[in-house]
């Protein structure tokens, strides 16, 4: 089965850290360029951050110098480590892989998965 699952979010304090993890399986992501999205309650889901199939990051503005995005070829794993998190980061974060160019999500791995969950309590 074709499919991204997201992993790694918690509960934390303004100022904390986490790492969401990414993992694909029945489709290598290595051709492809990925991003994560975010949604608040009540709000449309959002792009925070990209990776081209090559490494070249790209990063919503309110996210810049605090998120890092990578990603890991051997283990067909895409990461956001999060840093200095602050209460309007609380969403629900989802990946996807992008259609070529755009920040627009592909529908190559299926629909969206059931992200994870990222709370920051002031």
């Known amino acids: 089965q074709v499919q991204l699952v997201e992993s790694g979010g918690g509960l934390v304090q303004t100022g904390g850290s986490l790492r969401l993890s990414c993992a694909a399986s029945?489709?290598?992501?290595?051709?492809?360029?990925m991003g994560w999205f975010r949604q608040a309650p009540g709000k449309e889901r959002d792009f925070v951050a990209s990776?081209?199939?090559?490494?070249?990051?790209t990063y919503v503005d309110s996210v810049k110098g605090r998120f890092t995005i990578s990603r890991d070829g051997a283990k067909n794993t895409v990461y956001l480590q999060m840093n200095s998190l602050k209460p309007e980061d609380t969403a629900l974060y989802y990946c996807?892989?992008?259609?070529?160019?755009?920040?627009?999500?592909?529908?190559?791995?299926?629909?969206w998965g059931q992200g994870t969950q990222v709370t920051v309590s002031s």
């Open positions: 996807a892989a992008l259609k070529p160019g755009t920040r627009t999500a592909s529908t190559d791995f299926g629909s």
């Open positions: 029945g489709r290598t992501l290595r051709n492809y360029n």
């Open positions: 990776i081209s199939w090559s490494g070249l990051p």
